[in-house]
């Protein structure tokens, strides 16, 4: 029986994939003592089904298509926040982390010197014991050239191109578990007192008198010229006892009442500058003005600034909040509009109809993705990664994990190009993410299933040792560095520390410890330059010639 069962597996790579996918979401989903390995769990039932014999080693390009899908979805999501990681707002956090993975670099360079390593070994050391994929696929790029320049044969290409994974995989759990016993153990051992969480992000509307003298006369647009960063919309405002939806020449008068929409500090400083507040409440007259929620789904939109639909002179209507996933927004006339976005619009009730079909509101729109612009998006990363960078002693290439990576956060910082709209909705973006991280690491695993059985059994302790030496020093290197020496906010010295290693696990359990957004804010601020960063290291490391 099983002995038919290995057979057709053998026979059917596509099945072989979804027997390796089902298994190991399975395995993923097994606590010990409230750890999971969650999708990393595809990477060991695919080592394990590889284990079984090279027959059941899934094509290359299984893996290599899931890399280029998973890495791009990630830097089109980065993308439209992404900005001069070493300008004003980002060097400080940006340059920490590349310090700290470049002293994990040396650390993998000495363990490699001492225990005798090879450059391949050491290079999946390092990107297990730091996490991420896109360097474990860095690292045998530069492998798989390395065989093709020496006219290596299948066999020895296959077992050097391997080396790497079966270095990740040993890493890898104590690369997840490393990190997250490292924080609870400094909150701990530095006693670190962490302040409660501000509520302050939620969006509300308050009412306020118009007592300010500097603004009575004024209109909405010279306000805004006086106070660029108001962080707070303008509705509506009564005058006279007559309700109106404002616009920017809507012109100020004393005793006006003007409802504003923003966060608790937006509206602390929306009363500094109005002048009173008030219980008025004129937002809950509905009767004729109301409020509907639109999902943004027409093509037309997606990409364009709020500012540039003029929505007013259209229907109008004002957008007074817009929900992006599960973040709620307040609109500024510069934000772009993306798929998905849940859009609170502001207008007269005979309005509802045109306004929908004006934004599109379709959920199978916001779910939706366009596969032309992706795969341009892709070969273009493609391209950009085979390009030579030469750095010294050694030339590198960002490769297919860094150039598609570099590509995305590009274009989704563009969000779109003339007809071309280069974002996706965030469901989409997402799903494709997940589908894309299953298939690199069911290629992955089952390639180096064989290997990986060979090297436990003969050096598993060294190389587990030593990727938990990588990972711990590491951690703790940030973790001592960010609180002790730059007297980082520790909320966010745990988001900074789990995106050094890339690690949605640890980077949940930190959001949890936080009780807030903290860590998860600042993990986005410098993931992109992270994963650049280990993609560059793990190439350079891959070439150590050892001993």
Known sequence: MMHSIASLLAELPILTLFVVVGLGYSLGRISVFGFRLGVAGVL?????????????????????LGLIIFIYTIGLQSGPGFVNPFGRAGYRENLFAILVLAFGGVVAVALAWALAMPGPAIAGLFSGGLTNA????????VLRQSAASRQLGPAAAARLTDLPVIGFGIAYPCGVVGVMLSIHLARKLWRVHMPPPEYGGEILARDYVVRNPGIAGRTISDIVRLHPALGFVVSRVQHAGQTTLVTPETRLAPGDIVVAVGDAEALE????????????????????????????????????????????????????RVRRGDVELVPTPDMRLE??????????R????????????????????????????????????????????????????????LVALVLGRLVRTGPITWIMPMSANLTLRQIGLVLFQAG?????GLGFVETIRTSGLPMLLAGAAITLAVVWAALFAGHKLLKIPFDSLMGLTCAIHTEP???????????????????????????????ILAQLLVTWPGR
């Open 505 to 535: 696990a640890s980077l949940h359990y930190a959001t949890h410890a936080a009780n807030s957004d903290v860590p998860q804010n600042a993990y986005s601020r410098i993931f992109p330059v992270c994963t650049i960063g280990k993609i």
């Open 134 to 141: 896109p360097s474990l696929a860095a690292a045998q790029e």
């Open 350 to 405: 005979a309005n509802f109809q045109a306004i929908s079909s004006f934004f599109g509101d379709s959920i199978r729109g916001t779910a939706e993705a366009d596969y032309g612009s992706a795969a341009l998006g892709m070969a273009l990363g493609v391209i950009v990664g085979m390009i030579p960078v030469s750095l010294p002693g050694a030339t590198v290439r960002l490769g297919l994990a860094g150039g598609p990576l």
């Open 44 to 64: 060991f039932a695919g080592l394990a089904v590889g284990s079984l014999g090279p027959e059941f080693a899934l094509p290359n390009i299984v893996s290599v």
């Open 269 to 320: 400083r929306a009363e500094q500058i109005f002048g009173e507040a008030t219980e008025a409440r004129i937002e809950l007259d509905r009767n004729q003005m109301d409020y509907r929620r639109v999902f943004v789904s027409n093509r037309e939109l997606v990409g364009k600034r709020v500012g540039e639909i003029d929505l007013y002179n259209r229907l109008s209507a004002v957008i007074t």
């Open 444 to 448: 992955v695993g089952t390639r180096a």
């Open 339 to 348: 798929y998905g976005d849940l859009a609170r619009v502001l207008t007269d």
